[in-house]
Nanobody
Framework: QLQASGGGLVQAGGSLRLSCAAS????????MGWFRQAPGKEREFVAA????????YYADSVKGRFTISRDNAKNTMSLQMNSLKPEDTAVYYC?????????????????WGQGTLVTVSS
């Protein structure tokens, strides 16, 4: 089970840190990722990380502003979001896949959290 948290309302240019806590089993052997869904749009890839943090992928739209990380000892994954823009407004979902590798496609993930809302005001 995945639980995302940390969303909220922030002004443009501000920062937020999202967290994803995994329970029920160790997440250390799972690739994990963040996706988001803006109002009226389809869910899209944001960032992904391999089991050992050696591989990280980012969507072009967030590259240089967002940083994905994980702490396998605590069964958590984080997304540090800086320089936020109104177009970053969305529900953010964390996901895990039964593979140690990172992946960017939604279809490659097996487990999903419930989502946390991020609203960036202009």
């Amino acid at each position: 089970q995945l639980q995302a948290s940390g969303g909220g309302l922030v002004q443009a240019g501000g920062s937020l840190r999202l967290s994803c806590a995994a329970s029920g089993r160790s997440s250390s052997s799972y690739g994990m990722g963040w996706f988001r869904q803006a109002p009226g749009k389809e869910r899209e890839f944001v960032a992904a990380i391999s089991w050992n943090s050696n591989t990280k992928y980012y969507a072009d739209s967030v590259k240089g502003r967002f940083t994905i990380s994980r702490d396998n000892a605590k069964n958590t994954m984080s997304l540090q979001m800086n320089s936020l823009k109104p177009e970053d407004t969305a529900v953010y979902y964390c996901a895990a896949r039964r593979s140690i590798l990172a992946a960017t496609a939604e279809s490659q993930y097996d487990y999903w959290g419930q989502g946390t809302l991020v609203t960036v005001s202009s």
